[in-house]
């Protein structure tokens, strides 16, 4: 699952160009240039989310609109970008479940699953669950 987390790149005089995940208190990285310091913050903003999956803590959801972000005075002079983040890739502890579920809805999942391709039915039900909560806080 791919969401997309707004960061703030600032620069002054003498010093690297910083990045702030504002979505992420206390999550910054730094580059030489932009595109380094827009890499360095995709992998602090993957290390931190491990930190909060091995943590059990919630993950933050990206602020959907970052021009609210953009109005803090401390945000100000900086250039807003969005970092793509696959969570897929961070999460890879996994725990067998048994669920009971209506025949009705497994074979409509299975024929989902099957039409777009998904890996398997655990991930199918692993995306809708994630969509889910986010959708629904």
Same mark, same amino acid.
């Given at each position: 699952?791919?969401?997309?987390?707004?960061?703030? =790149?600032?620069?002054?005089?003498?010093?690297?160009?910083?990045?702030?995940?504002?979505?992420?208190?206390?999550?910054?990285?730094?580059?030489?240039?932009?595109?380094?310091?827009?890499?360095?913050?995709?992998?602090?903003?993957?290390?931190?989310?491990?930190?909060?999956?091995?943590?059990?803590?919630?993950?933050?959801?990206?602020?959907?609109?970052?021009?609210?972000?953009?109005?803090? $005075?401390?945000?100000?002079?900086? =250039?807003?970008?969005?970092?793509?983040?696959?969570?897929? $890739?961070?999460?890879?502890?996994?725990?067998?479940?048994?669920?009971?579920?209506?025949?009705?809805?497994?074979?409509?999942?299975?024929?989902?699953?099957?039409?777009?391709?998904?890996?398997?039915?655990?991930?199918? =039900?692993?995306?809708?669950?994630?969509?889910? =909560?986010?959708?629904?806080?």
């Amino acid at each position: 699952m791919l969401i997309y987390y707004p960061v703030v =790149i600032h620069k002054d005089n003498d010093s690297d160009f910083g990045v702030t995940v504002p979505d992420l208190p206390g999550c910054f990285s730094a580059g030489a240039s932009i595109d380094e310091a827009l890499q360095q913050a995709k992998e602090a903003i993957g290390c931190h989310i491990e930190g909060l999956l091995l943590d059990n803590e919630d993950l933050p959801s990206p602020t959907p609109d970052y021009t609210t972000l953009a109005q803090k $005075k401390e945000y100000s002079d900086g =250039i807003w970008h969005l970092v793509e983040i696959d969570l897929s $890739k961070l999460d890879t502890k996994t725990r067998r479940v048994n669920i009971t579920i209506p025949e009705r809805l497994l074979n409509r999942m299975d024929r989902y699953v099957k039409e777009h391709r998904l890996d398997s039915r655990s991930g199918f =039900i692993a995306q809708a669950t994630e969509t889910f =909560i986010n959708q629904h806080p």
